[in-house]
């Protein structure tokens, strides 16, 4: 790339091939990080032009299914957006009826982060085409360390006894790394010149990101998020109907309660997968 000392392209290659590693249950166990990343550790990224020239599109598409199966899913396929399921139905069957335990508990999951059903369909018929990929849980042997748990409350308020801190724990790092996934190839995207890339993630940010406080910051009075890297949940607030997407993708049944629930929750966690989907352009 013209223009670039040596040096700074042997940077842009090796941030590369860090964003290109498998994400492992190390790369985000620990206590959850709230500042930003220091300087040298802020990737750098080979800069792009924009718009990006239309014939870059399929061989960057190809890029961000590699980057997806280099960090961990079994799967990864180009989606037309069209073909994401969007159903009103998402939101109630996957929120309120019956009613997730994670309901209300953060500003990224119903009913306090709503958009309505049509804003939502036109939200993604804005793009054509979107990155999905499967995700298996990740095998953990012990007991990870993801610092403090203070999730009880959501269990034990409703009578039931203190939920198992290790299947918290379990479930924290595969919160984390469906994160991180989406994280990695929204910014690919972003820095190649698709500046509108978004990720769609499933789950409860609460338990991934903010256990250490068991409350959300950003749906008191005054208070606002303490991540940059959360987004509104795709089933609830996106209407996006993931038990027909998989099917359509060929990855088989999703699981009862979908993308959101946990494995231990499920008929039979082996047979148990999450979606991850970005939509590019
Ligand atoms: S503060 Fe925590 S729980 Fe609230 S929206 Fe942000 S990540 Fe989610």
Same mark, same amino acid.
């Given at each position: 790339?013209?223009?670039?000392?040596?040096?700074?392209?042997?940077?842009?290659?090796?941030?590369?091939?860090?964003r290109?590693?498998?994400?492992?249950?190390?790369?985000?166990?620990?206590?959850?990080?709230?500042?930003?990343?220091?300087?040298?550790?802020?990737?750098?990224f080979?800069?792009?032009?924009?718009?990006?020239?239309?014939?870059?599109?399929?061989?960057?598409?190809?890029k961000y299914?590699?980057l997806?199966?280099?960090?961990?899913?079994?799967?990864?396929?180009?989606?037309?957006?069209?073909?994401? /399921?969007?159903? !009103?139905?998402? @939101? +109630?069957?996957?929120?309120?009826? &019956?009613?997730?335990?994670?309901?209300?508990?953060?500003? %990224?999951?119903?009913?306090?982060?709503?958009?309505?059903?049509?804003?939502?369909?036109?939200?993604?018929?804005?793009?054509?085409?979107?990155?999905?990929?499967?995700?298996?849980?990740?095998?953990?042997?012990?007991?990870?360390?993801?610092? /403090?748990?203070? !999730?009880?409350? @959501? +269990?034990?308020?409703?009578?039931? &006894?203190?939920?198992?801190?290790?299947?918290?724990?379990? %479930?924290?790092?595969?919160?984390?790394?469906?994160?991180?996934?989406?994280?990695r190839i929204r910014a690919e995207a972003y820095y190649d010149?698709?500046?509108?890339?978004?990720?769609?993630?499933?789950?409860?940010?609460?338990?991934?990101?903010?256990?250490?406080?068991?409350?959300?910051?950003?749906?008191?009075?005054?208070?606002?998020?303490?991540?940059?890297?959360?987004?509104?949940?795709?089933?609830?607030?996106?209407?996006?109907?993931?038990?027909?997407?998989?099917?359509?993708?060929?990855?088989?049944?999703?699981?009862?309660?979908?993308?959101?629930?946990?494995?231990?929750?499920?008929?039979?966690?082996?047979?148990?997968?999450?979606?991850?989907?970005?939509?590019?352009?």
């Amino acid at each position: 790339m013209e223009g670039y000392s040596k040096e700074q392209l042997e940077e842009f290659e090796r941030w590369r091939q860090q964003r290109h590693k498998r994400i492992e249950v190390a790369d985000v166990a620990g206590p959850v990080r709230v500042a930003p990343a220091k300087m040298e550790e802020t990737p750098r990224f080979e800069p792009a032009t924009w718009p990006v020239p239309r014939h870059e599109l399929s061989k960057n598409l190809a890029k961000y299914v590699g980057l997806a199966l280099d960090m961990g899913a079994v799967d990864a396929k180009i989606v037309n957006t069209k073909d994401i /399921p969007q159903d !009103l139905r998402a @939101y +109630y069957v996957g929120c309120v009826i &019956p009613s997730c335990r994670w309901l209300n508990s953060n500003a %990224n999951c119903p009913t306090v982060r709503t958009f309505s059903f049509e804003h939502m369909k036109k939200f993604i018929s804005e793009y054509d085409l979107a990155v999905a990929y499967k995700v298996l849980p990740p095998k953990i042997e012990e007991v990870p360390d993801v610092g /403090p748990i203070q !999730l009880d409350m @959501y +269990y034990t308020m409703g009578g039931a &006894p203190a939920p198992d801190k290790a299947m918290l724990a379990r %479930n924290i790092i595969r919160l984390r790394i469906l994160l991180e996934m989406a994280r990695r190839i929204r910014a690919e995207a972003y820095y190649d010149g698709y500046l509108m890339a978004a990720p769609l993630t499933s789950g409860p940010c609460l338990v991934a990101k903010c256990a250490d406080i068991r409350r959300c910051p950003a749906i008191e009075k005054g208070g606002h998020c303490r991540f940059v890297d959360v987004q509104p949940n795709a089933s609830g607030c996106a209407y996006v109907n993931f038990y027909a997407l998989g099917k359509k993708l060929g990855w088989g049944e999703l699981q009862v309660g979908g993308n959101c629930a946990f494995p231990e929750d499920t008929p039979d966690p082996a047979s148990y997968y999450n979606i991850g989907l970005v939509l590019i352009d």
